[in-house]
C-alpha cells in the first residue's frame, strides 16, 4: 500500500478545486516528500474535503482492489490476441536400432543402425479463416559400417486452408477479441463508477462528522449556559426572588443538557471512525480529526432538471456499461451464427522429398520428389443441436442487454430527477431553518430578560434554550444535507468526479 499523504491547498487551489478546473489524476496520486505531514505520523489531523477525497482513492483497500480490474480486462484481451500469433514448432531426435539378419533359418552378421532426424514448423491462423502451415524435417541414418551413410533424407510441406462456410470472414473471427478489448472499456467505466460512489461516501461521511463535530458544540455551549442558568435561579431562590420549585426546572435542564451532550461525543466517534475507516490510513485509528471546512451553502446555481437529465443519460457509468454489454451481445450473436454453417475447407498443400544414399567416399545416388495436393474438407454435424443452442441463446442475450439500456435509462430518469427536487428542497430547507434559528435565539433572549425582570419562569428559560438548539442543530443538519444532497445528484447524473477535478484516464 502507498504511504498516505495529506494535501492542504491554499486558496488558489481550492478555488480551482470548486470550479473543477484543476485535473487530478485517479490513478497517480504521489505523495511527495514535500507534503505537509504524513497522516500515518501525525495524531491531528487538518483536512479540507478535498484532502479527504484524495487520501480515500490512493489508500481505500476496497478501492484498490477495484482498479486491478481494468489490467485483467487488458490480460483477457491479450489472451483472445493470441489466437492470431503464430506458432513454431521444433525438435531433435535421436535414434538407434540393433538386430540380427536371418536368412534360411541362419542367422547372419548383426547390424546397427544410429539415426538423427530434426523436425521444424511453423503454423498461423488469420482473422479471415486462413490457415498457413510450413514444416521440414532432415534425417540421417548411419549404417553400422562407418564407410556407409545409408538413407539421408530431407522432406519439406506447405499447406493452406481457407474456410470456405464456418470460421470463414473477419466477423466471426475477430468477435471474441472485440469482445474483450469492449470488457476493457467495461472495466474502466466499472471503475469510475466505484471512483464515484467513493468519492460520494467519503464527502458524505465529512459532511456526517462536521454535523457530529458542531452538534458536540453546541451540546457544550448549551451545558454552559443550563449550569450558569441553574446558578443564577439558585442565587434568586435564596434571595426570594424566585420560588424553590424553580430550582428543580433549572436542575433537570442541566441534567439534560449533559445527557445530550454524551450522546452527541458517542455519535462524533462512530462518525470519525467512519471516516478514517474510508480515509484507510496505517496507524491512523487514533487521530483526531479537525475538519477545515464548514458546511455552508456553496455558491453556485443548479441548471434545469432536464439539463442534468442529458448529462444523465451521456455520463452515467452504469450506463456506458449496460451499451458496451449489448455491443458485446451483438458479437456474439454473429459469432454463434456463423457457428451455424457446416464447415467446408479449401486446402492447398505443396511438399517436396529429398533422398539420398551414398558412401562417405564415393557416387550419391540422389532421388528428389515433388508433390502437390488440393480438395476439399466438408465436416457436417447431424442436427447441429449445441451452435443452435448457442446461437439461439445470443440472441435472447441481446434482447436482454437492450431491455437493460431501457430500463437503466429509465433508472437514470427517476434518480436525477428525484435528486434534483431533493437538491432544491434541502436549499430551501436550509433558507427556513436559518431562519428558525435567529428566531429562537432571539427568543431566548427575551425569555432571559423577562427571567431578571420577574416576568418569566426557569421552565421557560429552560423550554426556549431547548428550542433554540434544536434549531441551531436544524440549521446545521440542513446545511449538511444540502451538501450531500448536491453530491448525490452529482453522482447519479455522473458528473461528479469532473466536478471534483478527478480525472479518470
Not at 430550582?247 to 462524533?268: D, F, M, P
Amino acid at each position: 500500500m502507498n504511504k498516505p499523504c495529506v494535501v492542504q491547498p491554499g486558496k488558489t487551489l481550492k478555488k480551482a478545486l470548486a470550479l473543477g478546473v484543476l485535473p487530478l489524476l485517479l490513478f497517480l496520486l504521489p505523495c511527495r516528500a514535500g507534503q505537509a505531514g504524513a497522516l500515518a505520523d501525525s495524531r491531528v489531523l487538518t483536512l479540507t474535503v478535498a484532502d479527504a477525497v484524495l487520501t480515500a482513492l490512493q489508500n481505500n483497500p476496497e478501492f484498490l482492489v477495484q482498479k486491478a480490474g481494468p489490467d485483467k480486462s487488458r490480460a483477457d484481451a491479450d489472451i483472445a490476441r493470441a489466437a492470431f500469433d503464430p506458432v513454431v514448432t521444433g525438435g531433435i531426435t535421436a535414434g538407434r536400432t540393433r538386430g540380427e539378419p536371418e536368412t534360411g533359418g541362419v542367422s547372419g552378421a548383426p547390424y546397427q543402425n544410429d539415426s538423427l532426424e530434426a523436425k521444424a514448423g511453423i503454423q498461423e491462423f488469420f482473422p479471415t479463416g486462413t490457415t498457413v502451415e510450413a514444416a521440414g524435417n532432415k534425417a540421417l541414418d548411419w549404417k553400422e559400417d562407418p564407410a556407409r551413410v545409408d538413407g539421408d533424407s530431407a522432406s519439406w510441406d506447405a499447406r493452406v486452408t481457407q474456410a470456405l462456410l464456418r470460421g470463414a470472414g473477419f466477423g466471426a473471427n475477430l468477435a471474441s477479441l472485440r469482445q474483450a478489448r469492449l470488457g476493457v472499456d467495461k472495466s474502466l467505466h466499472e471503475l469510475r463508477g466505484a471512483a464515484e460512489t467513493l468519492v460520494a461516501n467519503v464527502e458524505n461521511a465529512y459532511w456526517d462528522y462536521v454535523l457530529a463535530l458542531r452538534s458536540v458544540d453546541i451540546y457544550q455551549k448549551s451545558l454552559e449556559v443550563a449550569k450558569a442558568q441553574e446558578k443564577e435561579t439558585r442565587e434568586r431562590v435564596r434571595l426570594g426572588k424566585l420560588a424553590e420549585t424553580e430550582l428543580a426546572a433549572a436542575r433537570a435542564e442541566t441534567a439534560s443538557g449533559r445527557a445530550g451532550l454524551v450522546s452527541a461525543k458517542k455519535t462524533l466517534e462512530a462518525r470519525r471512525l467512519g471516516l478514517l475507516r474510508l480515509l484507510s490510513l496505517e496507524n491512523g485509528w487514533g487521530s483526531a480529526v479537525v475538519p477545515a471546512e464548514e458546511p455552508e451553502t456553496p455558491a453556485m446555481a443548479l441548471d434545469s432538471a432536464e439539463s442534468h437529465v442529458r448529462v444523465a443519460l451521456e455520463k452515467r457509468a452504469d450506463l456506458a456499461q449496460a451499451r458496451i454489454g449489448l455491443k458485446q451481445q451483438q458479437m456474439e450473436v454473429v459469432r454463434t451464427k456463423n457457428g451455424l454453417l457446416p464447415r467446408l475447407d479449401l486446402f492447398i498443400g505443396l511438399g517436396g522429398t529429398r533422398y539420398a544414399e551414398s558412401f562417405k567416399a564415393g557416387q550419391d545416388t540422389d532421388l528428389d520428389e515433388i508433390a502437390t495436393s488440393a480438395g476439399l474438407e466438408l465436416e457436417l454435424p447431424v442436427g447441429n443441436r449445441e451452435a443452435r443452442a448457442k446461437h439461439a441463446k445470443a440472441v435472447v442475450s441481446e434482447s436482454e442487454a437492450a431491455l437493460a439500456i431501457k430500463n437503466l435509462e429509465d433508472l437514470a430518469q427517476v434518480d436525477t430527477r428525484t435528486a434534483f427536487a431533493e437538491a432544491g428542497y434541502a436549499a430551501e430547507e436550509v433558507k427556513a431553518k436559518r431562519a428558525l434559528a435567529g428566531a429562537r435565539e432571539l427568543a431566548f433572549e427575551v425569555e432571559r430578560e423577562k427571567v431578571r425582570l420577574g416576568r418569566s419562569t426557569a421552565f421557560q428559560v429552560s423550554q426556549a434554550q431547548r428550542d433554540m438548539l434544536e434549531a441551531r442543530l436544524g440549521e446545521t443538519e440542513a446545511l449538511c444535507a444540502y451538501r450531500k444532497a448536491l453530491t448525490a445528484l452529482f453522482r447519479l447524473e455522473g458528473s461528479l468526479l469532473e466536478r471534483r477535478g478527478i480525472r479518470a484516464w
